[in-house]
């Protein structure tokens, strides 16, 4: 199952750290232990997102995957998506898609 998010905007020029938070996906007693990223851009080429470590949520479980995507000036701008799997300590996998709008170039 998929948990889809709106992220929030960025510049074709700047680097933003997005969160995707499982909170809401974890069942009790269950934490994220790793997790990639995929870029899907509206069109062109895909970026290579960074994933970071995981970060505790509010209750002290590990749940949050803050992941970076550095952008350059000739990304086509429009909605462009993360999808971050996480892999959990029950041998599950869940995932949040995150939209987020490249709007102003610069």
Known sequence: ???YKFAGYQS???KRTWRGD???DLPAGVAVTSATA???PPSGSALTPTVHAI???SGGV???VPVSLDL???I???EHYLDVVATLNNAQAEKVHLRMLIRVNS
Do not use: P, R
Request: aromatic share 4%; hydrophobic share 40%; no cysteine.
């Open 38 to 40: 995929t870029h899907i």
């Open 22 to 24: 499982f909170t809401d």
């Open 1 to 3: 199952m998929a948990t």
């Open 76 to 78: 086509v701008l429009g």
């Open 55 to 57: 970060e505790n949520n």
């Open 62 to 64: 590990a749940a949050i």
């Open 12 to 14: 074709t020029k700047e």
């Open 72 to 74: 350059i000036g000739s």
